[in-house]
């Protein structure tokens, strides 16, 4: 189609540019241990996605702003009722907003095969680690990548 933008990999047709980030800063933690809110052990590093990338589309709708507000992560209360559905469906909705924002990437998984492209697709995110999780959400809700921030 003419005039028609593609992301970088060619998947999708976003009508604006998508932002890319590199990915050398996303550590899957190993031998972590926390307590509550205390990290006990921070674990060992691994930066599994050296030289990968990840596209996001860099801007939010109202509604994925509402949902995001919505669906903040628990609060380390151990007095607050919070059950394990709640948590699951927490997850599953931070998921489902970053299946609409993450458009395109190179991952590939922790045995180095590619990974199925992520738009729209909540079980390629449900594959991954915590830590890509978060740092991938957190990711997201910048409008500029850690490399940008620290230039500035």
Not at 50 to 55: C, D, S
């Amino acid at each position: 189609m003419p005039g028609e933008m593609r992301s970088r990999n060619g998947t999708h047709s976003p009508k604006i540019p998508l932002r890319r980030v590199d990915s050398d800063t996303c550590a899957v933690m190993v031998g972590q241990v926390i307590a509550g809110d205390t990290i006990i052990n921070p674990g060992n590093p691994y930066y599994v996605h050296q030289g990968e990338w990840v596209e996001y589309l860099p801007v939010m709708s109202m509604g994925n702003m509402m949902d995001l507000m919505k669906t903040d992560w628990p609060s380390g209360d151990p007095a607050a009722p919070d059950t394990q559905q709640a948590m699951w469906a927490r997850i599953t909705a931070r998921c489902e907003w970053l299946a609409q924002r993450l458009l395109a990437w190179n991952w590939t998984d922790l045995m180095g095969n590619p990974l199925p492209q992520p738009y729209q697709r909540l079980d390629v995110l449900m594959m991954l680690t915590n830590d890509e999780l978060v740092w991938l959400i957190s990711q997201s809700q910048s409008f500029e990548s850690v490399a940008e921030q620290k230039n500035g």
